[in-house]
């Protein structure tokens, strides 16, 4: 499978990949030093005349935040050390809260807790509005900036305030960082042949661990697959890819890019050595299930190769590339969109399930419970996952009495030879 050094999301923990070079088409940038002169314009008079004194590099790195902040949540600028934080970030061990941000509408919004982290246990929910770090309002930060002020050592503790649906007036939450370790797989039998991977995030290693699941769920004969892939915030592109090329034909086309510049126009198709192409599945989404793991849905849709239940996806299907520069900070830049390989752009729109099942909501105020020291009891309690089961007895249902018709119909022919 083609590698491409893209990112598909931005975790508060940041779980990003490093791009490499940049190329640009040759146009007439007149304009452009027309107005880079009345910008320089504005920084001679601001180092003169300001009230107080400011380094140029300061001035220069506020401007290219404000230009970038500009074009749309995700593009944004890495000083040198979130720079260096950011590249050791997809191995799946860092140091954070646990929880992917966007920016919606302006607001600094939660995309998903990871299960089992901080932001979990603590009770942040997909969808929350977060309003204060630290007692600092969050209006006009960027994300860089919000993620930067999330992390820091584990043990020590961040206080957010967070606005739900439902709530008159903000509410905070005391949360201590760890060094969060996230095991993306999670595998369980449910009985009759019916097997279940939950996938919490897109890392290098996910593939391979999927693999692993499939290989041994297959010796125990596997009939179904339920793929989780709620509140799932997504990872690497080229770990989507790799899982959805175990569910289609060789060949098939899973998703593609479309950007200004060509090396961005990207085509990524199933090469997979196994695939289980006639494999019964049915994928679970929500609210949290944003970027890599709505291009995994989409393209399993989009092929009819499974039935996609739960809620509406959250939409992010803008591809942004990470460009070192001179100094050793770098640019976090979208540079595409993603398309599923029927040209659906899911970016502001999301997934739409095949079966919508709406989870019951919790009151607003109540954290995650505990997980039950039997995982099974967890699983009888989730109706969306019990929706899951159903549909798939009922396609068992439906392919059983389809061989036992096309039986019946050969039957008198081969009589009627003899």
Do not use: C
């Not at 999670?186 to 996938?199: A, Q």
């Not at 899973?254 to 695939?275: D, I, L, W």
């Not at 039997?374 to 109706?383: F, G, Q, R, S």
């Amino acid at each position: 499978m083609k590698k491409a050094f893209v990112i598909s999301s931005l975790l508060v923990v940041l779980t990003l990949s490093l791009g490499g070079t940049v190329a640009s088409k040759s146009t007439d940038g007149s304009p452009t030093y027309e107005q880079l002169r009345l910008f320089t314009e504005v920084l001679s008079i601001v180092q003169n005349q300001y009230v107080d004194e400011i380094p140029p590099k300061d001035l220069i790195y506020n401007a290219i935040k404000g230009t970038l902040r500009g074009l749309d949540p995700h593009s944004s600028f890495l000083d040198p050390e979130s720079y260096r934080e950011m590249q050791v970030e997809t191995s799946g061990s860092f140091g954070g809260l646990g929880i992917e941000i966007t920016l919606r509408d302006d607001v600094l919004t939660v995309v998903a807790p990871i299960e089992g982290t901080p932001a979990h246990r603590a009770g942040l929910h997909p969808a929350d509005r977060i309003v204060k770090i630290d007692g600092l309002v969050t209006k006009d930060m960027q994300l860089s900036d919000a993620v930067k002020r999330m992390r820091g050592r584990p043990g020590s503790k961040v206080i957010i305030s967070v606005i739900r649906e439902g709530w008159t007036e903000p509410k905070d939450f005391e949360i201590t960082r760890e060094q969060i370790r996230v095991q993306s797989v999670r595998t369980h039998d449910l009985g009759n042949g019916i097997e279940y991977i939950r996938l919490r995030q897109f890392q290098e290693q996910t593939s391979h661990d999927v693999d692993a699941a499939l290989e041994k769920f297959a010796k125990n004969g596997m009939k179904a697959l339920v793929l989780d892939l709620r509140n799932n915030p997504g990872g690497l592109l080229t770990s989507a890819v790799e899982v959805t090329e175990k569910f289609v034909e060789d060949g098939k086309l899973v998703v593609y890019t479309e950007g200004r510049v060509r090396n961005q126009n990207m085509r990524f198709s199933a090469h997979a050595k196994k695939a289980y192409a006639n494999l019964p599945i049915v994928v679970l989404v929500n609210q949290g299930s944003a970027s890599a793991s709505e291009i995994v849905a989409g393209a399993l849709q989009d092929y009819g190769r499974a039935v996609v239940v739960g809620t509406q996806s959250f939409g992010k299907g803008s591809v942004q590339t990470i460009i070192p520069l001179s100094d050793g900070s770098g640019l976090r830049l979208t540079t595409a969109k993603y398309f599923t390989p029927k040209g659906r752009s899911i970016h502001g729109k999301g997934i739409t399930p095949d079966i919508v099942v709406e989870a019951p909501k919790p009151p607003a105020d109540q954290k995650p419970q505990p997980p039950s020291l039997d995982p099974m009891e967890d699983l009888k309690k989730d109706v969306q996952l019990q929706r899951a089961l159903e549909i798939i007895k009922a396609m068992r249902v439906l392919e059983h009495r389809f061989n036992g018709s096309a039986q019946a119909q050969t039957a008198p022919q081969a009589t009627q030879v003899r």
